[in-house]
């Protein structure tokens, strides 16, 4: 197992959906002040590149970045929301080894009051049922984990279990990337129901040992969120891997840690440096000093995953207890 970092593009702040847990919306960017697509020809190959925004299929140019960045990329990932089908299945189609996720936050009613869209849900899921026609396989659902729509975790997990999709899933933060410092974190009425979430993917009913071990991994990044959402003190997370195991750069060609911080950390500019040398600049070393003590306790899965490839005695020893445990009818243990 090797250790790929991860670079998140943040290709614009336009967005065509006003979510009540990221206020992007109310900070778009306009198209002329984007980074121009060939600025990205100066990332290095084998990194894992996730496209992301706002909503980057609104950028005219999304399919200039994926010539540019799929054939140097170990994985190249959309994020989107699913509105726009055509542009998303044309892309699947012509670029299909490409990891795509799809962003949902519950069934119909939830999933359109909590993204402020009309019929959001109706897109995403028809652009998972074209997206199913293509030769791009590595496609799925995303949600964000919040207080107000745990109730509808379990069955947005069962749906992509019926269609043979992925979940991915994270939590809601606070920060300047979503403009946000007043998301609950905590929520003790969450708790049974993500428990029943986790349960459901240690006991995978998804066909073929593959899925199943995704599901079992997906389950032990959840350890984290579980612990979040109950308000446990600091540390039970491995150590941030902000700007040693990812970064990110942000429309305006920004190159920064991470998208958890109060503000941004900003050590260069991709237009006017070369990566390695805004990555190995005095500024760089000043944010690793701020990320060592960054208090945030954020649970993105990116710092899982790493530390997961680096121990990953950890998950499996996890994974074990919990399924044993299950099978005796007990709770499961978060420890």
Same mark, same amino acid.
């Given at each position: 197992?090797?250790?790929?970092?991860?670079?998140?593009?943040?290709?614009?702040?336009?967005?065509?959906?006003?979510?009540?847990?990221?206020?992007?919306?109310?900070?778009?960017?306009?198209?002329?002040?984007?980074?121009?697509?060939?600025?990205?020809?100066?990332?290095?190959?084998?990194?894992?590149?996730?496209?992301?925004?706002?909503?980057?299929?609104?950028?005219?140019?999304?399919?200039?970045?994926?010539?540019?960045?799929?054939?140097?990329?170990?994985?190249?990932?959309?994020?989107?929301?699913?509105?726009?089908?055509?542009?998303?299945?044309?892309?699947?189609?012509?670029?299909?080894?490409?990891?795509?996720?799809?962003?949902?936050?519950?069934?119909?009613?939830?999933?359109?009051?909590?993204? %402020?869209?009309?019929?959001?849900?109706?897109?995403?899921?028809?652009?998972?049922?074209?997206?199913?026609?293509?030769?791009?396989?590595?496609?799925?659902?995303?949600?964000?984990?919040?207080?107000?729509?745990?109730?509808?975790?379990?069955?947005?997990?069962?749906?992509?279990?019926?269609?043979?999709?992925?979940?991915?899933?994270?939590?809601?933060?606070?920060?300047?990337?979503?403009?946000?410092?007043?998301?609950?974190?905590?929520?003790?009425?969450?708790?049974?129901?993500?428990?029943?979430?986790?349960?459901?993917?240690?006991?995978?009913?998804?066909?073929?040992?593959?899925?199943?071990?995704?599901?079992?991994?997906?389950?032990?990044?959840?350890?984290?969120?579980?612990?979040?959402?109950?308000?446990?003190?600091?540390?039970?997370?491995?150590?941030?891997?902000?700007?040693?195991?990812?970064?990110?750069?942000?429309?305006?060609?920004?190159?920064?840690?991470?998208? %958890?911080?109060?503000?941004?950390?900003?050590?260069?500019?991709?237009?006017?440096?070369?990566?390695?040398?805004?990555?190995?600049?005095?500024?760089?070393?000043?944010?690793?000093?701020?990320?060592?003590?960054?208090?945030?306790?954020?649970?993105?899965?990116?710092?899982?995953?790493?530390?997961?490839?680096?121990?990953?005695?950890?998950?499996?020893?996890?994974?074990?207890?919990?399924?044993?445990?299950?099978?005796?009818?007990?709770?499961?243990?978060?420890?």
């Amino acid at each position: 197992m090797k250790n790929i970092v991860q670079g998140s593009l943040i290709t614009t702040f336009r967005c065509n959906a006003k979510c009540n847990m990221c206020n992007i919306w109310q900070h778009q960017t306009k198209p002329e002040e984007e980074l121009d697509f060939h600025y990205y020809e100066k990332l290095p190959a084998g990194l894992r590149i996730n496209i992301t925004g706002g909503e980057s299929t609104i950028r005219k140019d999304i399919d200039d970045i994926f010539e540019v960045l799929y054939p140097k990329a170990a994985l190249l990932e959309l994020s989107t929301n699913g509105f726009n089908t055509e542009t998303i299945v044309r892309l699947a189609n012509k670029y299909p080894n490409i990891l795509i996720r799809v962003s949902l936050e519950g069934l119909p009613k939830l999933n359109d009051s909590k993204r %402020g869209t009309v019929n959001g849900f109706d897109h995403a899921l028809r652009t998972m049922l074209e997206l199913k026609k293509t030769k791009c396989k590595n496609i799925g659902f995303s949600v964000v984990i919040s207080p107000d729509n745990y109730k509808d975790l379990i069955y947005l997990y069962e749906l992509c279990v019926a269609l043979d999709v992925e979940l991915g899933n994270s939590v809601v933060h606070n920060s300047w990337y979503f403009h946000k410092e007043d998301n609950a974190i905590t929520s003790g009425d969450a708790l049974l129901q993500h428990e029943k979430f986790v349960e459901a993917l240690l006991t995978s009913k998804r066909r073929g040992f593959k899925n199943k071990l995704k599901d079992y991994g997906r389950a032990y990044f959840n350890k984290s969120i579980h612990r979040r959402l109950r308000g446990d003190e600091p540390g039970y997370r491995p150590p941030c891997g902000a700007l040693t195991d990812f970064f990110f750069i942000d429309p305006f060609g920004n190159v920064t840690p991470c998208n %958890g911080s109060g503000e941004e950390w900003i050590i260069g500019n991709i237009k006017e440096d070369s990566f390695e040398n805004i990555m190995h600049s005095e500024k760089a070393k000043k944010a690793l000093e701020q990320v060592k003590d960054c208090k945030r306790n954020c649970a993105f899965i990116v710092t899982e995953r790493h530390d997961m490839v680096r121990k990953p005695w950890k998950p499996i020893l996890w994974i074990l207890k919990n399924k044993i445990r299950i099978s005796r009818g007990k709770e499961i243990c978060w420890d």
